[in-house]
């Protein structure tokens, strides 16, 4: 396991934007050993899929709630994944969290929760109208 570290979460209102970043500990495996995701739960949810990006950092998938709206992306230089979210909407409103997932094939995304290895303590966004 990886430890992850979340921040960048906070309070916003409908129509702005945020960037989450999640930070991964040194670890015997490099950065790129790992495909890497965001989930969110809001209160009296189940865990959801948000984003995802390969290994290979070529390939990202979104749950259809957020596409056109948030961007995954990752620094393997930083050991750091990001969540760039734009235009949110109140149904944003989630904890959200980072997941890894050791050898992953190399240009797969990832998108399942039982499928992750390693998980942060998620960060907190608040999303008003």
């Known amino acids: 396991q990886v430890q992850l570290v979340e921040s960048g979460g906070g309070l916003a209102q409908a129509g702005d934007s945020l960037r989450l970043s999640c930070a991964a500990s040194?670890?015997?495996?490099?950065?790129?050993?790992?495909?890497m995701g965001w989930f969110r739960q809001a209160p009296g949810k189940e865990r959801e899929f948000v984003a995802a990006i390969s290994r290979s950092s070529t390939r990202t998938s979104y749950a259809d709630s957020v596409k056109g709206r948030f961007t995954i992306s990752r620094d393997n230089a930083q050991n750091t994944v990001y969540l760039q979210m734009n235009n949110l909407k109140p149904e944003d409103t989630a904890v959200y969290y980072c997941?890894?997932?050791?050898?992953?094939?190399?240009?797969?995304?990832?998108?399942?929760?039982?499928?992750?290895?390693?998980w942060g303590q998620g960060t907190q966004v608040t999303v008003s109208t």
């Open positions: 040194e670890h015997t495996y490099t950065f790129t050993s790992f495909a």
């Open positions: 997941a890894a997932k050791a050898f992953a094939p190399f240009y797969n995304t990832i998108d399942r929760v039982h499928e992750f290895d390693s």
